[in-house]
């Protein structure tokens, strides 16, 4: 199971919908591909209510009960950087990591703001666009809440700027390319990433390029099936924050790595 992108911390963050969302899916491999939790707005402003203190838990309840997890950091939570290869409470921290599927391909995990040229050359730049991002989710709140007023179901402002402006759509195709050959040089399979809050599961050529999506916006994790095909779930329960009438997904039987039958959507 591969999970991004939550930003714990910021307001944005849509905690319930990942309780639920863990309450529902168990896996023996996890893998946290990095902005879990958002240093940079908890530096700004401390944000920190029980729900986001109950996906810690529940995380770190996963790891007692067995589950092998592993912290991949990203721009948002970078100071976890410095304790790589640290334990805390059975999840270690890591910058990168190569993940073997169930059908022997290997792929690389990272978060992906490495090759993301607005973080790393202009950094006031990337904390200029993490405000106007701050003002998406906004206007994101505000929609949401007429929507619900009016009876129709969750609707993202923000991902369907991001598929519908054309800088955003650029960007999006850079960054896939990037870290495709990212995977080339790494002599992998694949690449597993976040960072840019857009799920996807492309194929470049020999490559396999995979974002899991975010916790703020979309609710989308990926999973891997027993067999070893990746499939991204998008998790839209009907929780406080949504609507009524949103989408209720349908369950399915999905197989862990043991074998073991497992809810989804």
């Known amino acids: 199971m591969f999970i991004s992108d ?18 529902h899916h168990d896996a023996d491999i996890i893998y946290l591909v990095g902005d879990i939790v958002d240093g940079w707005r908890l530096r700004r402003n401390w944000h920190w209510p029980q729900s986001h203190n109950d996906v810690v838990q529940k995380l770190l309840r ?3 009960k067995g589950a092998s997890i592993t912290y991949i950091a990203g721009n948002h939570d970078e100071f976890a950087r410095q304790f790589q290869g640290v334990h805390f409470g059975g999840i270690v921290v890591a910058d990168r990591a ?8 290997r792929l690389l995990v990272i978060h992906g703001d490495q090759f993301d040229t607005v973080v790393h050359n202009a950094r006031w730049l990337a904390y200029l666009g ?3 991002y701050d003002a998406a989710m906004l206007v994101n709140r505000v929609v949401t809440r007429l929507r619900q007023l009016l009876g ?8 369907w700027a991001k598929v519908n402006v054309k800088k955003a759509v650029n960007f999006i195709g850079s960054f896939q390319t990037m870290l495709t050959e990212e995977a080339r040089r790494s002599h992998v399979d694949g690449v597993i990433c976040g960072h840019i809050h857009h799920a996807a599961i492309e194929n470049y050529e020999d490559v396999q390029y995979i974002n899991t999506g975010d916790w703020v916006e979309s609710c989308t994790a990926v999973v891997e099936h027993f067999d070893g095909r990746m499939e991204i779930l998008h998790w839209a329960h009907v929780l406080p924050e949504a609507p009524v009438g949103s989408e209720v997904l349908v369950p399915i039987d999905i197989v862990d790595i ?3 039958a497992v809810q989804a959507a």
């Open 6 to 23: 939550v930003h714990l911390g910021s307001k944005a963050a849509k905690a319930e919908f990942l309780i639920d969302f863990l309450r």
């Open 62 to 64: 996963k790891a007692r």
């Open 98 to 105: 190569v993940h073997e599927t169930a059908d022997g391909k």
């Open 130 to 132: 993490d405000y106007a």
């Open 152 to 159: 129709l179901p969750y609707w993202s402002f923000s991902s």
């Open 258 to 260: 043991k074998g073991r």
